[in-house]
């Protein structure tokens, strides 16, 4: 398959999903909770993981100087380039950031068609528990969780991950983490993302693996609308490959019809590790009201597609 094709028809389920009445129903409950909180971090209700159909994440309350502006870091330990089916796994979520006082994740595992990938387990009870919004499960920190008063960090969460059944593929992690300054407002907090899979060992898989976690859904005219990319590598050796992104219109037609919105941009990735690709778009005050499909793929020269991702959106 070559990386211009027009047939890029995977994750239809997402797209239906995005531009569907479920998808508006996860936001609103997701606004709803959020409310009740006053702007305080809490609890964080369940699909703010960064994670698709609505990509939604602790910005939906929390603003801060820009969606992965601060001067902190979020990792994820654990997850395994190749899991074993039915393996269990512990996985610690990290973060950190000069002058921050309190602290919150989500996380969900996924397949491509948005059903669960494994189990998890809060093996810290105090400070992790694990929660369920329609047939989504999330882990997240509970309330003595957040710890309140650690200044800077790093803070740490553990809990464990049962990897899924034989036949079921490679398992997709979206993570979506906050820092505060723990004055009770919306004000002043940083939100991070990241992104993992784990390819299933003794399948057929490809190498590499291609995450998007874009900035929403619902770009505004004017505005910026960053979407950042993740590769993960399931090889035990380093591997290279190129990154393009453009968009399908609602008609069905390419944009940019000949070339790319972003790249090619050549990345290696080292053997079961993680690249992160940002890739950022100033939208024009002028630019029409319009929906689509964004499309991101990586492949190798000159035309041999790896993967690729697509979600839908629309400019307001």
Known sequence: MHLASPLLRRNSFRRALATGALAAALTLIALADVSAG?????????????????????????????LMA????????????????????????????????RWGFQITAIFEDGSDAGTF???????????????????????????????????????????????????????????????????????YLLADAAAESGAAHPDLTLLVQPDGVAPRR???????????????????????SRVRLASGALFPGNSWLQGPLPFTVPAGGRQLLALPHALPPGIPYLQGDYLTAIGSAPATLLDLERFAFSVQ
Request: aromatic share 10%; glycine share 12%.
């Open 222 to 244: 004017g505005g910026n609308f960053d979407v950042w990319t993740t590769v993960r590598n399931h090889a035990t050796s380093a591997r290279s490959a190129l990154l393009v």
């Open 70 to 101: 601060g001067d902190g870091d979020l990792e994820l330990f654990g997850v395994p380039a190749e899991y074993v089916p039915g393996a269990n796994y512990p996985l610690i979520v990290r973060l950190q950031d000069p002058g921050m006082i």
């Open 38 to 66: 006053a702007g305080t971090l809490v609890v964080p209700c369940d699909g703010i993981a960064a994670d698709p159909p609505t990509y939604d994440n602790c910005t939906l309350c929390h603003v801060g100087g820009g």
């Open 121 to 191: 387990t809060a093996t810290d009870p105090v400070n992790v528990q694990v929660s369920h919004l329609f047939w989504r499960t999330f882990v997240k920190h509970t309330v003595a969780g957040s710890r309140l008063g650690v200044p800077d960090g790093p803070v740490d969460w553990n809990f464990d991950w049962t990897a899924p059944v034989a036949g079921s593929g490679t398992a997709r992690f979206y993570l979506a983490a906050l820092a505060s300054n723990g004055d009770d407002t919306p004000d002043g907090d940083d939100t």
